[in-house]
């Protein structure tokens, strides 16, 4: 079985910075890419970073130059540096990874269970 488990999230105040983490554990063969989604209340979930294997990045618009992803692949874990955060970032931050648990099998679609990030203004 594979776990996703986010850590971070909290209350911060407009113009402040919140680094989320996600580490994947349990039957790991490999990890293609790991994202971070946001859904806020009302809202539909939306992609907000993504990276792949290799580390290439692609981000949401509206959080291009505020937000970094990164990955630690020895430690299966990503991780999102958000800065300069807006009231309108305030959502539910999910983990998400593309996992393969064993040689030969296909990658399977796993996600966290969600931390919430909180912005004042």
């Known amino acids: 079985q594979v776990q996703l488990v986010e850590s971070g999230g909290g209350l911060v105040q407009a113009g402040g910075s919140l680094r989320v983490s996600c580490a994947a554990s349990?039957?790991?063969?490999?990890?293609?890419?790991m994202a971070w989604y946001r859904q806020a209340p009302g809202k539909q979930r939306e992609l907000v970073a993504r990276?792949?294997?290799?580390?290439?990045?692609n981000y949401a618009d509206s959080v291009k130059g505020r937000f970094t992803i990164s990955r630690d692949n020895a430690k299966n874990t990503v991780y999102l540096q958000m800065n300069s955060l807006k009231p309108e970032d305030t959502a539910v931050y999910y983990c998400?990874?593309?996992?393969?648990?064993?040689?030969?099998?296909?990658?399977?679609?796993?996600w966290g269970q969600g931390t919430q990030v909180t912005v004042s203004s």
């Open positions: 998400n990874a593309l996992i393969v648990q064993y040689i030969g099998s296909y990658s399977g679609n796993y």
């Open positions: 349990g039957s790991i063969f490999s990890i293609n890419a």
């Open positions: 990276i792949t294997s290799t580390g290439s990045t």
